[in-house]
Structures are given as C-alpha cells and as structure tokens.
C-alpha cells in the first residue's frame, strides 16, 4: 500500500516498509521517530549486498531469537530490485516481533520492489521527496520556537540557504544552534555565520569524533574522502579543542560517575543521538590526564600551523596519526 509521510502514524503496525527518494535527510528522522525509539538496542543494519552474500546469515538474524532481542529492528540499505524474492519469503513464513525497513534511493515506477510494496496491502511504500525551502524554513522556525528563542525571517534563509537543500545538514546545522544556545536566548547574524558553515563542518566534526574515538581505519576512509587541505586545518584544529574540551568535562564526571550512559545523556551542552557511540568510545579512551595533555598538544600544533602554513595540512595529520595510534596504559 502507498502512505504518505504525514499518514505514516496511522500505519506503524505493519512490519515491513518501504523508503524510497532522495530525501535521506527526511528518512532518517521518521527512522529515529517513530522506529528506532521503540526498538533501542535491538536495531540492525544491514547492505543489500552484504545480506545477498551471506543469506544465512541474514534468516539467522530474523528468525533467531533471545530473551534480550525479542523484537527487532531490521533496516537493509541500497535495497533494489534484487532484494524481493527474500522479502516475498520472509511475508510467506509469517515472522513476528520483526519489523523489516528497506531504504531506496529513486525507484521507477517500472521497479518491481516498488510495485510489490505498493500493491500489497500488508506493506508500506513512503516516497520521500526533496524538499522545498518553504519545507526548510518550518523547520528552522519550529526548532527555534521550541528553544523559546526569536528568529528573524534573515536568519532563516541564512539558515536554509548553509543548508544547500538538504534536511540531513540542515538538522546537523540546528543541533549545533541548539547546542550554542544553551543559557542563551539570542543570537545574531554574525554569530550563526561563525557557528554554521557548508558541508565541509560535518565532515570536519566527524574526523574530529572518529579521531577522539581512536577509529583509525574511519579516519584513514575520512582524510582519503575528502579534499582537506591548508585552509582546513584552523576549522579542524578549533573543532579538535572545543570537542576535547568537552571530553576533558565528561571524563571528569567520569571518575565520580561510573555510569557513562547517565554521563553523556545529562551532559551539557546536550549530546545528540549520532554522537553517542563514539563519545562513550572517547570516554573509554581517554583518561584525565591524557586529555590534558591532549589540550597541550593541540595548542602546541595550532602554534607550529601558524608558523609553518605552507606545510600546515602535514602537521596535522602527523599530529592526528600520532595520537590516534595511542594506546592507553
């Protein structure tokens, strides 16, 4: 059956659903929403490709099942045409207590899976369509009027416009106001141009979280991906000491506290949901006095940058290597 985004609350009893479009930004809210919540730990992800590969392994995760993970989630990306015949099998073997959602990019109308789910009435087919400013600018309005905080229609289209079209850096974009506007109940043009940058900054935040996280093999996948170069290494270098410093405070807390879940979901500024894993790797990671010294060094590099520019981008990643191999004692 074919439902709308907005009729989707009215159809959460189903088990199996179908995403399709562009909108992956749009997706992965309703996912976090209405799915992910219900499921907690029990969410699995899986590649087309990787459950085509390796069937068994797949079924195993569906059909087996333990006193802990009675009810799973079961998200399968890139999902295609290829991917029916299984689904046609899990419908006929009657699984309960699994919920199946599959992610698309576009599909045709001619595309069998899409046909499949549109014509059965026991699933779910949501388009997920790109979004229009007007789309954009709500949002940014209903997140600041959640934070009691006034917004000019100025800054709104600042807002959107940082954003290039897209919900997924747009929400990225308003967690880190949210985050900004802690104790705060304004902020200005000039402010939100400092705070809030193109597509580069999540990339630059995520290098920065993986290399915290010690996750060597995300920071060698991260640097190859992308085009970092001399003019990066102060946006880099900034969001290095704002995110250690953060840890410095969380790891404190830490040595009272043992309870790291409580630590990073009292913490303040707020922690979002996609940071959560590799902030408790951080914590796990670092201890107090390595995060000090960590702050040393980092004000160290930021001084060796500036005298060397020429030669700034290999400082940094000397220095990133150099800590992220770190084993602690």
Not at 100 to 126: A, D, G, H, M, T
Request: charged residues 30%; hydrophobic residues 35%; contains cysteine.
């Amino acid at each position: 059956m074919i439902s709308k985004v907005f009729e989707l609350k009215d159809n959460l009893d189903k088990n199996i659903y179908l995403f399709h479009g562009q909108n992956d930004g749009h997706k992965e809210t309703i996912l976090n929403n209405h799915f992910k919540n219900r499921f907690k730990e029990n969410v699995y992800t899986y590649f087309e490709k990787e459950i085509l590969s390796n069937l068994d392994n797949f079924y195993n995760s569906i059909y087996l099942k333990s006193f802990f993970d009675d009810e799973k989630l079961i998200i399968i990306k890139e999902a295609t045409d290829k991917i029916k015949i299984e689904i046609e099998n899990i419908i006929e073997r009657k699984v309960d207590n699994v919920t199946i959602i599959l992610l698309s990019n576009i599909l045709e109308k001619k595309s069998k899976l899409r046909n499949f789910f549109e014509k059965e009435k026991s699933l779910v087919s949501v388009a997920f369509y790109l979004d229009n400013n007007q789309t954009l600018a709500s949002l940014v309005s209903y997140s600041f009027k959640k934070l009691s905080v006034p917004i000019s229609s100025e800054l709104i289209n600042v807002i959107v416009n940082k954003s290039n079209g897209d919900r997924k850096i747009l929400i990225n974009e308003l967690e880190k106001i949210e985050m900004y506007l802690v104790n705060k109940k304004r902020i200005s043009i000039e402010e939100l141009n400092k705070l809030i940058n193109t597509t580069e900054n999540s990339e630059i935040g995520e290098l920065v979280d993986n290399c915290l996280a010690k996750n060597i093999n995300k920071i060698k996948y991260l640097i190859n991906d992308n085009n970092f170069n001399n003019e990066d290494v102060m946006p880099i270098l900034r969001t290095f000491l704002y995110k250690t410093k953060r840890l410095l405070n969380l790891v404190k807390h830490h040595e009272s506290e043992k309870n790291i879940e409580k630590i990073i979901s009292t913490s303040k500024p707020p922690i979002f949901w996609k940071e959560k894993d590799l902030v408790k790797k951080q914590i796990e990671n670092w201890s107090l006095s390595q995060v000090n010294k960590l702050i040393s060094e980092i004000n160290k590099v930021e001084l060796n940058v500036k005298k060397n520019t020429s030669a700034s981008i290999n400082i940094l990643f000397d220095f990133i290597f150099s800590n992220s191999r770190k084993i602690n004692n």
